[in-house]
């Protein structure tokens, strides 16, 4: 079993970046597919981006690719997601969530662990 929390959502204006992390506790972090998904107010949970056990593979929706890079220290057992150019529609609750399989799955009931989830808004 693992523990996870996210930390370093905010506020910031539309163009600006954030650095989201979450720490795993417990089982290593390493040993699980981990996965950063978003939450609107009245909307469904997406994926947003996905790394695999050893970081070797990473993979993204649409709306952000080329803006959300995701990452991860399996060291320090920390997963993070770097995200530039900021737009409204980027605004929601992040969750981290940790996967016991064996590749990168966009479905959110596929994930076993989920943190508490940190906010971010984009001011426009």
């Known amino acids: 079993q693992v523990q996870l929390v996210e930390s370093g959502g905010g506020l910031v204006q539309a163009g600006g970046s954030l650095r989201l992390s979450c720490a795993a506790s417990g089982r290593t972090a390493s040993s699980y597919v981990m996965g950063w998904f978003r939450q609107a107010p009245g909307k469904e949970r997406e994926f947003v981006a996905g790394?695999?056990?050893?970081?070797?593979?990473?993979s993204y929706a649409d709306p952000v690719k080329g803006r959300f890079t995701i990452s991860r220290d399996n060291a320090k057992n920390t997963i993070f997601l770097q995200m530039n150019s900021l737009k409204p529609e980027d605004t929601a609750v992040y969750y981290c969530?940790?996967?016991?399989?064996?590749?990168?799955?966009?479905?959110?009931?596929?994930?076993?662990?989920w943190g508490q989830g940190t906010q971010v808004t984009v001011s426009s």
């Open positions: 790394i695999s056990r050893r970081g070797g593979v990473t």
């Open positions: 969530a940790a996967d016991d399989g064996v590749q990168i799955r966009v479905v959110s009931a596929q994930y076993d662990y």
